[in-house]
């Protein structure tokens, strides 16, 4: 089953996002939220997200599956971060952001963020859950009803 390409690949957009929210925690940070030292809690969800996008990009190599969104997949990963959520490469993205702007520390760097989000779910997500059902049918049924999409 072939799925629309999508031109610009999720680690763009979250490239553009951190660009968006470093500018307007530059030229339009609204509110400074968090001073330091309590911006650096921003390290964790920025690790987290790290970590969670690397070892889940990991899982689907060990598994001889594409990384790419919407390249035919041959396996369908449960384990690891998979067992939390069905999109841990997408969460760590915007927690990568999120933690970003933590650091930042202003409220302004935080409006990039729904934005990510909403383009990661509206471009990517709910056309893989498609794609996905149509490739592995009543399996990927079953692990969607004991995994939530995000968290």
């Known amino acids: 089953m072939n799925a629309p390409a999508r031109r610009v690949l999720p680690p763009i957009w979250l490239l553009l996002a951190l660009l968006a929210t470093y500018a307007l925690d530059r030229w339009l940070p609204l509110v400074h939220i968090l ?16 970590l969670m996008s690397i070892m889940s990009a990991g ?4 598994a001889g599956t594409p ?18 959520t069905r999109n841990p490469m997408y969460l760590g993205l915007a927690l990568i952001d999120t933690g970003v702007a933590l650091l930042a520390g202003s409220l302004g760097a935080f409006l990039p963020l729904p934005i990510l989000v909403a383009i990661l779910h509206l471009r990517f997500i709910r056309g893989e859950e498609r794609f996905l059902e149509g490739i592995f ?10 995994v939530r999409r995000w968290i």
């Open 35 to 50: 001073r330091v030292p309590w911006n650096f809690t921003g390290l964790v969800p920025l690790a987290l997200g790290v």
């Open 137 to 146: 049918g009543d399996e990927y049924r079953v692990y969607r009803t004991r």
């Open 67 to 84: 990384v790419v969104p919407f390249e035919q997949s041959t396996t369908l990963v449960t384990g690891g971060w998979f067992r939390v």
């Open 59 to 62: 899982a689907f190599r060990r």
